[in-house]
């Protein structure tokens, strides 16, 4: 069975389709269309219909993490379609902020969303099949807390301001002919950690790529070189990334990972 992805929403731009900051992938998984994340407005409505796409014709819906550059578009896709579920963590809600100097400011879901829209999504927990070839696989790393802490992530719980865990985000697991394709939009959780979660999960089966952004964007260049280092390390054979990439850390892993590592763009894409 042939995969291929398509990215529909992300920070460049290919004319005339536009581009914002955020991401959406469309999957076809043979006659299965599954659409992950929908950026940070309604533009993924109009950059489906662009690259030749109907949204009514989306069977599942997955939101990688609660932040707004995933799923603010949420509400507009729930309009275009009128039966796809889209499928969240069970620790996903409205309390996701950024903190910056003493100001935190909200990065999370549409307010309201998980009330307005509660006979349309599924909360899942644990590694949860999606459909036949297709898994969403959480966190299963101890400590991500310090890396939340380092973003200046925090989520409010209660009155308690506590650093984000990312336990509301999950990978995209799919099994194709070159193996394991891994999607996580910001590998909030670290890279490496997300290959060797999905590689502890299925200790059999080979890891072909890592697919999204890897939030290395605001890295110096000797961690993104650490980082280029040990995902080449874990013998995984692509790794196609874009969003908080963004472009100095793009070109820094091209040198690292040579033809190994793809940019994004949109209408790019992917077969597997």
Same mark, same amino acid.
């Given at each position: ?26 999957? +076809?998984? /043979? ?9 940070? &407005?309604?533009?993924?409505?109009? $950059? ?15 939101? &990688?993490? %609660?932040?707004?550059?995933?799923? $603010? ?14 499928? *969240?963590? +069970? ?14 400011? =909200? ?9 307005? =829209?509660?006979?349309? *999504? ?20 101890? /400590? ?9 992530? =925090? @989520?409010?719980?209660? @009155? ?10 999950? &990978? ?20 490496? $950690? ?26 110096? +260049?000797?961690?993104?070189? &650490? ?10 054979? @692509? ?9 100095? %850390? ?23």
């Amino acid at each position: 069975m042939k995969t291929k992805l398509t990215v529909i929403v992300d920070n460049i731009a290919t004319a005339p389709i536009e581009g914002e900051w955020g991401l959406c992938i469309l999957i +076809e998984h /043979g006659d299965t269309m599954i659409l992950v994340d929908t950026g940070a &407005s309604d533009l993924f409505v109009d $950059n489906l219909k662009r690259l030749g796409f109907d949204i009514k014709d989306i069977k599942y819906a997955t939101l &990688s993490h %609660a932040h707004y550059d995933h799923a $603010n578009g949420i509400p507009r896709f729930f309009k275009e379609n009128d039966k796809a579920s889209f499928y *969240i963590r +069970e620790t996903t809600a409205e309390n996701c902020y950024v903190k910056k100097l003493f100001v935190r400011k =909200y990065i999370g879901i549409p307010k309201n969303m998980l009330t307005d =829209y509660q006979n349309r *999504i599924v909360t899942v927990s644990g590694d949860y099949s999606l459909c036949d070839g297709i898994w969403l696989i959480p966190h299963k790393t101890a /400590g991500l807390e310090k890396l939340g802490k380092r973003e200046m992530m =925090y @989520r409010k719980i209660g @009155r308690k301001w506590v650093p984000d865990d990312f336990s509301h985000e999950q &990978s995209v697991v799919i099994d194709t002919e070159k193996g394991l394709i891994i999607i996580n939009s910001c590998s909030h959780g670290g890279a490496v $950690n997300i290959i060797n979660e999905v590689k502890d999960t299925f200790p059999d089966k080979h890891i072909h790529a890592l697919i999204g952004g890897l939030h290395l964007f605001n890295k110096s +260049e000797d961690e993104i070189r &650490s980082v280029s280092g040990a995902i080449a390390d874990t013998g995984i054979d @692509r790794v196609c990334t874009g969003h908080c990439t963004k472009n100095r %850390a793009f070109h820094i892993m091209k040198e690292e990972l040579g033809d190994r590592v793809e940019q994004f763009r949109i209408g790019m894409e992917m077969v597997f």
